[in-house]
């Protein structure tokens, strides 16, 4: 059975840091482009970082960009974002995303960014 599931979300300050994880089960993670999205309440899910099952190449969205760092140990077959600088624009629900062929969807964290 495919699963994705993501932990590590939570209650942080502003200019706090957590670090999402991504445990993946059923599949070959290693063959899969990963990716983490975002939803904020009253918006649309968004793409934020992702990163290649090939040569490892990172994207990231601009509004991330230099806060955050995506990684994965395809022997742990897990994918973390190392979330840095928080802000309360960073509130939403965070999933994680394998992309192949197939597309298969964690059921999300939430992260809350408030003092």
């Known amino acids: 059975q495919v699963q994705l599931v993501e932990s590590g979300g939570g209650l942080v300050q502003p200019g706090g840091s957590l670090r999402l994880s991504c445990a993946a089960s059923?599949?070959?993670?290693?063959?899969?482009?990963m990716g983490w999205f975002r939803q904020a309440p009253g918006k649309e899910r968004e793409g934020i970082s992702c990163?290649?099952?090939?040569?490892?190449?990172?994207y990231y969205a601009d509004s991330v960009k230099g806060r955050f760092i995506i990684s994965r140990d395809n022997a742990k077959k897990t994918v973390y974002l190392q979330m840095n600088s928080l802000k309360p624009e960073d509130t939403a629900v965070y999933y994680c995303q394998a992309r192949r062929l197939n597309v298969y969807w964690g059921q999300g964290t939430q992260v809350t960014v408030s003092s």
């Open positions: 059923g599949f070959a993670l290693d063959r899969y482009h």
């Open positions: 990163i290649s099952s090939i040569d490892g190449s990172t």
